[in-house]
C-alpha cells in the first residue's frame, strides 16, 4: 500500500483542474482547441474563443447546440461535477481518518474520468476520431491516475519508521526442534 501525504493529493487534485482534458480539431482542421474542465480555449478561422462552462451550457439550454455536441457538453459538466465534488469531500474530511475519505474521493475521480471519456466518445466516436473532428485526451490518465492512488493509498503517519517492523508472534522461545 502505497503511502499518502494529504497536501500532494490535494495538489493532485488541484492539477487536474488545471491541466487540458482533451486536444481536439475540429472538421477538417477549421479550427482546433485546448478542452479544461471549467473551459475551452479554441481558435477558428473565425476568431479565438474562450468558451466558459457556462456559456456551454446556455448553448445547451438554448439550443444553438443540439445532438452529439449538446450530450457531450452535459456529460462533460457532468465530469466536472464529480471533479468538484471530489475535491469538495477533501476538504471537508480534510481532518477524517484517510480510511473513511478514502473510497467516496476514489469513486468521484473515477465518474469524472467515465464521464469525460464518456463526452469525447459523444462527440468523436470510440477511436475518438469522425466528422466532427478528432480529440486526443490526454488529461484522462491523470484522472484515472489519482483515482487509482487515491484508493490504493493508506495514511501517511509521523514515525520514523520504528513501528514497521513486525512483532514476535509469540513469546515461546524457539527450542531449535528442525520441524
Known amino acids: 500500500m ?15 483542474l488545471v491541466l487540458p482534458l482533451n486536444v481536439y480539431c475540429i472538421g477538417t482542421l477549421l479550427g482546433a482547441g ?9 481558435q477558428t478561422y473565425l476568431g479565438t474563443s474562450l468558451i466558459f462552462l457556462t456559456r456551454d451550457l446556455d448553448y445547451v439550454t438554448t439550443g444553438i447546440r443540439a445532438g452529439r455536441t449538446a450530450r457531450s457538453i452535459v456529460l462533460g459538466c457532468v465530469g466536472t461535477l464529480f471533479l468538484i465534488a471530489a475535491i469538495t469531500t477533501l476538504i471537508i474530511r480534510w481532518q477524517a481518518a484517510y480510511d473513511t475519505v478514502r473510497k467516496p474521493l476514489a469513486l468521484l475521480l473515477a465518474g469524472a474520468c467515465v464521464a469525460y471519456l464518456a463526452s469525447a466518445i459523444a462527440q468523436y466516436g470510440p477511436l475518438f476520431h469522425g466528422p466532427a473532428g478528432f480529440c486526443i485526451p490526454v488529461g484522462l ?11 490504493n493509498a493508506g495514511e501517511d503517519d509521523e514515525s ?17 526442534d528442525p520441524r
Open 2 to 16: 502505497y503511502r499518502i501525504n494529504r497536501p500532494f493529493l490535494a495538489s493532485l487534485l488541484a492539477l487536474t
Open 34 to 42: 485546448l478542452q479544461f474542465p471549467l473551459f475551452r480555449y479554441q
Open 141 to 151: 490518465p491523470l484522472i484515472a491516475g489519482v483515482a487509482w492512488w487515491a484508493y
Open 160 to 176: 520514523d519508521g520504528a513501528g514497521d517492523l513486525p512483532g514476535p508472534e509469540s513469546d515461546e522461545v524457539p527450542s531449535g
